[in-house]
């Protein structure tokens, strides 16, 4: 079983199995859950959450791809249009995985917080000195 990449502008309303829509345009991926259940996992892309690679194979997924709030609790990475089962999570490693991903954006956010102040100050300090 290989995953296909296909790119949309919007996400059709019935998926078809084994295939990764992307749409750069709304930056999400989707897919049906891959252990066949017919859930379907939408992933958005962006520098804080998931990234689509399309390479010769296949297309990758990462991080990987973890369906706590189905039944299933399936959890794999789709990597060079193969899926790669991650093993389950009990709740605790959830928990931490979520915990994880949170502090990851809090930096990403700190950070660009930081250098648009940078950017602000730069700009006010050009301002008061620069007309002369
Ligand atoms: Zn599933």
């Known amino acids: ?39 379907k996992i939408r992933t958005p892309l962006g520098p ?5 690679v399309a390479g010769r194979r296949g297309p990758s997924l990462w991080p990987s791809v973890g369906s706590w709030q189905r039944p299933c609790r399936s959890h794999y990475v789709i990597r060079d249009g193969e899926i790669h089962w991650a093993g389950q999570w009990n709740d605790a ?3 931490q995985g979520r915990l994880r991903e949170h502090t990851a954006r809090e930096a990403y956010f700190a950070a660009r917080a930081r250098s ?17």
């Open 93 to 95: 490693e959830v928990q």
């Open 116 to 132: 648009s102040y940078a950017r602000r100050l730069w700009a006010w300090l050009k301002a008061l000195f620069g007309g002369r």
């Open 48 to 52: 804080t959450a998931w990234s689509v």
């Open 1 to 39: 079983m290989r995953i296909e990449l296909r790119r949309v502008e919007f996400m059709p309303k019935e998926l078809e199995p084994n295939v990764l829509y992307v749409s750069e345009k709304y930056r999400t991926a989707a897919h049906l859950c891959a252990c066949g259940c017919g859930n």
